[in-house]
């Protein structure tokens, strides 16, 4: 039967090798499958695709008399051409099956062989696959000479190869490989973030930064959080980016905003990069006013935002170039709200800010706090230094300030710093809300108070039920928490009637489960 069935796989092959010399290659490939066809007794027919070490011999005796296909086609290029795109399909069927055993090397040898020759797109697929059996020196001798220069970076890849990968890639991007199917420098700055080999990875980072500094910084902001190296470290990177400043500020926001690093250096450097910045565009003869405003805004939020970098370097910069609002700011930080208020009021003249200010400081703040905040803005608005106009220009700022809900104030202070020629008139709802907040507040601490006295009297209550109950000493009672008899005369009761030793009162939450009101000790002492 064995032999039998070999008979006739054989005589399927023959005749499947019939049809392949007739080109009739439906017919043909039904009958090598049904056959179990060697598929290197097909791959054999094109020398120039077995794999150099392939030490495979025909069958014998053979099973056609074809020596080659460009024989078979008599050299007619477009047949040779449907035989080889025959092959490729051929492979492809057979290369995950039964049929493919023992024959892997040659299998994939013919298959980079032909898609390096005539399909590009499958042969970058081919190559990201797990598991491709090809020698790797005709791998790469293949690749080079079709010039598939990304696959062969990819093959290099397979062979853990990263350096030279890296080079070839580079080559494409400087553009003395050429190679449209390289997705180009993105794809580059993404192997290098999550490349582990740093010190591969700095021989690289000139060449991206060289080329774009926005993105190659993404080596740095790009890795994984769970990496950490000597060769990485946050101040070395900062050093080194010393050369590339768009780079270097990328890389600081990164450290300040998303890994939220609390190093004063960074902070200041950051916020000092961008104080040079605003100051350059300044310098310009005709200073582009959205530039402008995009640069001030970053470098006030950072001020605001921050409270690690160092203020009066920053401040000296800023009162040099009369960057006001930064000035404000800075200020604010160092708690001189009297002159960051006189800035906002006097050289910006914006007094929605300076209320701003004041609510925005005193965020999180006591209600002293904001008091001193907002009679402090008064006593701005109020300066009796100020010249004659200049107070009378101040005047209705002062009043909507007064009456304002969102302004709070200390009534008593604030009587004594307004002029006194005010008519009651212009302080009326200034007035009727004190009044009225004063009252209210009255009320409320008397209630506070009335609650208080009742709970008192409860808590008396209750101790003296305490107190008038009695309980027997004997010797076979036993600590709750120590479960050790008592010795000494003293010990405590709680109010669920378990006693302990007074040292171990303070424990017994711990190990009974009684709630909290429960178990107040009550010492006692038996003297
Ligand atoms: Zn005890």
Redo the contacts with the bound molecule.
Sequence with gaps: MVVCCGVYQKIQQQAGFIEFSLLHFEEAKELFLEGQLDVRELISLFPDLLPASSSFIRRNPPLHDIGNVSEMCSFESNEIQSCRKFLLHYLETIRNSMDAAGSKIEIDTALLKLYAEMDYTTLLQFLSGTDIGCQPKEGVEVLHRFQRYHALALFHLKLGENDSALGIWSKIISGEFSDPFYPGLTHFIEFLSKLSDHLLLWKYVDFVLERDQRLGVRIFTERSPSETSERLRPDFIVEYLHRFPVALVKFLEYLVFEKKLEKEKFHTHLAVLYMDNVLQILKLPEPEQTDLNDSRKKLQHLLHSSSLYRVQLLLGKATESNLHKECAILYGKLEEHEKALKILVHQLQDHDAAEDYCIRMSNGRDKKYRHRLFYALLSVYLDSTLEEQKREEMLPAAIQLLNSELAEFDVSKVLQLIPSHWSVAILDQFLVRALRSSLHHRYCCRLQSALARGENLQVKFSKIHIENTSIIMTEDRI?A??K?SFVEPAFARHSNATL??PQ?AKHLNLNLNVSQESNNPFLSDLR
């Design positions: 600590c928490v120590c050790h302990t030793h171990c």
